[in-house]
């Protein structure tokens, strides 16, 4: 079973830049789709960007295009986030989550079975 925690979250000026880092354990992690979601207060959880256990295919929402980067070192059982030109609605609950065994990425939040403990990202604006 992976396991999953986040880091990189904090306080950034709107136009900049964070990386999220998200650390697994598990034997199965180079074999499972790997997904950055975010949760702002009073909205539903939202899938930001996704990526094959090979790093050969990803996605990404439509209001992050051109901005968030996912990449995945499956050597050191970690996936990034990196995000550029910050806005203020960027702001938000960042979760790592896994789909352990899945070969693309699941269409609906549940198909993640394992997820970490969440990081926060303020942008101020």
């Known amino acids: 079973q992976v396991q999953l925690v986040e880091s990189g979250g904090g306080l950034v000026q709107a136009g900049g830049s964070l990386r999220l880092s998200c650390a697994a354990s598990?034997?199965?992690?180079?074999?499972?789709?790997m997904a950055w979601f975010r949760q702002a207060p009073g909205k539903a959880r939202d899938v930001v960007a996704s990526?094959?256990?090979?790093?050969?295919?990803?996605d990404y929402a439509d209001s992050v295009k051109g901005r968030f980067t996912i990449s995945r070192d499956n050597d050191k059982n970690s996936v990034y986030l990196q995000m550029n030109s910050l806005k203020p609605e960027d702001t938000a609950v960042y979760y790592c989550?896994?789909?352990?065994?899945?070969?693309?990425?699941?269409?609906?939040?549940?198909?993640?079975?394992?997820w970490g403990q969440g990081t926060q990202v303020t942008v101020s604006s």
């Open positions: 989550a896994a789909a352990t065994g899945a070969r693309v990425p699941p269409s609906v939040t549940r198909e993640y079975d394992v």
């Open positions: 598990g034997r199965t992690f180079s074999s499972s789709v």
């Open positions: 990526i094959t256990g090979n790093g050969g295919s990803t």
